[in-house]
């Protein structure tokens, strides 16, 4: 398994739906994560952190299946303003260092 | 508000020139990132530091260098560019390792060789 892994979409989503994506990961030591959010041609910022017990923000829920490795980014009520790419982030199996994901696209359509 | 400031947004420049991409951070962070990102290969890391004057190497640091004599300041050197240096490079500074600590990013530099 590679140590991230995420569905490069995009995901199509009419305005007002709710979307979910996943990310898998392969270091089954893994404590802690996080979802950032990258708009085209700016840096990524974090949106949300994910620990065991899930993480919840407004519209938008992290949660993490330990059991099958991979975190999940589910956003409600989408709005046009979510279009964006959310990459996930997870902790390297080599070292103690983090590795971004590659991102999924998320397209809100009017 | 925090920050990771970049010194340039765009720059072009020519292959075999010397590049130096500068960045600051305000946070009083020991921890600093050079990441370059290209399409369908996602966030790549260069190199990094964990202290004044120190640094380690990332995942791809061939073609590059990287200088921090003040805490707040890292920069990347492109000794001698080359076509396949044009990409998108970003700075990130953070507090620790791991995911215990998030990473603060700055806005990027758009770089194009030529």
């Known amino acids: 398994r590679k140590e991230v892994e995420q569905d490069p979409g995009p995901f199509n989503v009419p305005e007002g739906a709710t979307v979910a994506f996943n990310c898998t990961y392969s270091?089954?030591?893994?404590?802690?994560f996080f979802w950032y959010r990258q708009d085209c041609r700016k840096e990524p910022k974090l949106l949300m952190s994910?620990?065991?017990s899930g993480n919840e923000d407004g519209r938008f829920t992290a949660q993490l299946n330990r059991a099958s490795q991979y975190i999940s980014l589910l956003i409600r009520d989408s709005k046009l303003s979510d279009s964006a790419t959310y990459l996930c982030?997870?902790?390297?199996?080599?070292?103690?260092?983090?590795?971004f994901g590659k991102g999924t696209r998320l397209h809100i359509l009017p | 508000d925090v920050k990771v400031t970049q010194s340039s947004r765009y720059l072009v420049k020519r292959t075999g020139e010397k590049v130096f991409l500068e960045c600051v951070q305000d946070?009083?962070?020991?921890?600093m990132f050079w990441y370059r990102q290209d399409p369908g290969l996602g966030l790549r890391l260069i190199y990094f530091?964990?202290?004044?004057?120190?640094?380690e190497k990332g995942d791809i640091p061939e073609g590059y260098s990287v200088s921090r004599e003040k805490k707040e300041r890292f920069s990347l050197i492109l000794e001698s560019a080359s076509t396949n240096q044009t990409s998108m490079y970003l700075c990130?500074?953070?507090?620790?390792?791991?995911?215990?600590?998030?990473?603060?990013f700055g806005s990027g530099t758009r770089l194009t060789v030529v």
């Open positions: 946070m009083d962070h020991e921890n």
């Open positions: 982030v997870v902790p390297s199996n080599r070292d103690d260092k983090i590795i």
């Open positions: 990130a500074s953070s507090r620790g390792f791991g995911t215990a600590y998030g990473y603060t």
């Open positions: 530091s964990y202290d004044v004057k120190m640094k």
């Open positions: 270091n089954s030591a893994s404590q802690s």
């Open positions: 994910v620990y065991s």
